[in-house]
């Protein structure tokens, strides 16, 4: 019997075993298969927080499908320092070969771009494209000392041509042949006072990173200095002729096919590209990119600020209102979250508090305008100063802010308008307008109790108990309390709120 069993078991995993056969024989063209197919990734704009999350998932979907490569296509103007360090730090650990493209014609890598380029495993650009200009841009005041990289929240940026204005005139002139990152020796540029200090740091730290991208790449590093100290650019020509770049291609199967056969060091080891002929699927963001992009596009978090502020404001004036609360608190939220990752500089950010604070305080304070035309006045500057607009792609249109400063004064003039109005109509609230107007219990009470007639509360007395929400009217006046009767039975009465016409 136990032999049987055991013939029994083996004839069944023999059986087993060979209907695995073509399944295993069959999986070797699929792998092949996925191996044969490049993945597509765009970087459009300023690189922020948005871009940085889209690269890194598409990075992270392209080692999970084993594709060939990756061809980042690059037209940007510069963006977020901590963005563009993460991107990079996703590239250099990928095990998937990197192929950063500049393209299509008359777009550009500039500073941002240029580190990314730098870092990734293959470097390629379409005629009549150029790169370069990497000198960093201080926000917020500078980088600290203690952390010359810049802020955490990427309060340093990397911006396009011109980003050096703000520079000493000695570090904008600075040679291309100032000795080391450090940037000791005969031609370093003299620090003078804390703030060159600063700025000084923020260079060089940028000068050893793109320097030690070029070093690890094979590339040029004289021109990644250069590039940094003195916003140098390069041509597309100029590019491959220093060695900056590997590839010049009009097309993404030109790009394939000089591409294909070549070296390239992934984690792991070396690789060579096999892309010739590949099939191409281009990643489109999909909803959580999209949706950062939205919340952390600079002119969204300064309206979803400013929503936010407004609603709280009202919620205030009118407690119970709910709706001005709820939208208020959670547009603040997601404009809190949106400023973290942004380069703010958050003197804007209190001088816009304190505007819509002075424009509540306008209606409760008696100050003629005085503490209104602060408010706006605190508002409109705030809201220039809140983002860097020297970073292309990060700065609140001037429109914008125009157009939301009339909108205040004009809203803020409005209200003292009907203010004024109101002080001059006469008071309706006599004894024999009162009389006779039906009120609505809130409570219960014997002798003495609280109604509610024409939308206010009011203490009334009764001859007879009295039950919530039973409907009474009003038989005289006796200075602010009513004299009432009973007219009706109890009514249900719901958050204090009753369906009495006034």
């Not at 294909?260 to 990119?289: F, K």
Request: proline share 6%; hydrophobic share 45%; with cysteine.
């Amino acid at each position: 019997m136990i032999e049987r069993a055991v013939r029994l078991a083996g004839f069944l995993a023999c059986i087993w075993a060979i209907s695995l056969l073509p399944s295993a024989h069959a999986q070797t063209p699929v792998d092949g298969a996925r191996a044969q197919h490049v993945i597509v990734l765009d970087i459009k704009g300023g690189i922020g927080p948005a871009t940085r999350d889209y690269l890194v998932r598409g990075l992270d979907r392209a080692a999970d499908e084993s594709a060939a490569a990756v061809v980042v296509r690059i037209d940007t103007p510069g963006g977020l320092d901590a963005a563009t360090r993460d991107i990079n730090q996703a590239i250099l650990a990928s095990p998937v070969p990197v192929i950063g493209w500049v393209t299509p014609q008359g777009a550009r890598a500039a500073s941002a771009g240029t580190y990314i380029l730098y870092a990734c495993h293959l470097a390629a650009m379409s005629p009549a494209t150029s790169l370069g200009a990497a000198t960093p841009v201080q926000m917020g005041g500078g980088a600290s000392g203690s952390d010359p990289a810049g802020d955490r929240a990427g309060n340093r940026t990397l911006s396009g041509p011109g980003a050096d204005k703000g520079l000493p005139d000695a570090q904008r002139q600075a040679p291309q042949g100032a000795e080391g990152v450090g940037g000791e020796g005969p031609n370093a540029p003299k620090r003078q006072g804390k703030d060159d200090a600063r700025t000084h740091k923020v260079i060089n730290d940028s000068v050893a990173y793109l320097r030690s991208l070029a070093e690890l790449r094979g590339r040029d590093a004289g021109f990644a200095e250069s590039a940094v100290r003195d916003a140098a650019t390069l041509t597309a020509a100029q590019a491959l002729q220093q060695r900056v770049v590997e590839i010049i291609a009009d097309d993404m199967d030109s790009l394939l096919d000089q591409a294909d056969g070549r070296e390239v060091g992934v984690r792991g080891g070396p690789v060579a590209l096999s892309t010739r002929g590949a099939a191409v699927t281009t990643l489109a963001p999909d909803w959580r990119s999209s949706l950062l992009a939205v919340l952390t596009n600079p002119s969204v978090a300064y309206m979803l600020l400013l929503a936010g502020m407004y609603g709280l404001l009202l919620e205030g004036y009118s407690p119970g209102a709910i709706v001005p609360g709820v939208v208020g608190a959670i547009c603040l939220l997601l404009a809190l979250y949106a400023l973290q990752v942004l380069p703010v500089n958050y003197a804007g950010v209190g001088l816009i508090a304190l505007g819509v604070l002075l424009m509540g305080l306008e209606f409760s304070v008696p100050s003629f305008g005085a503490l209104g035309i602060g408010g706006i006045v605190a508002l409109v500057a705030g809201s220039l100063i809140l983002f860097d607009t020297d970073v292309p792609g990060f700065g609140v249109p001037g429109q914008l802010i125009l157009g939301i400063g009339i909108a205040s004064a004009l809203s803020f003039m409005g209200l003292v308008w009907v203010l004024a109005r109101s002080r001059t109509r006469e008071v309706s609230v006599a004894a024999g307008a009162m009389v006779g107007q039906q009120a609505i219990a809130i409570e219960d009470f014997i002798g003495r109790g609280q109604v509610r007639i024409r939308g206010e509360i009011w203490q009334a007395e009764s001859p007879m108990p009295v039950e919530r929400g039973q409907s009474l009217q009003v038989q005289s006046m006796d200075g602010l309390v009513l004299h009432v009767t009973h007219v009706g039975p109890a009514v249900a009465v719901r958050s204090g709120k009753t369906g009495v016409p006034p």
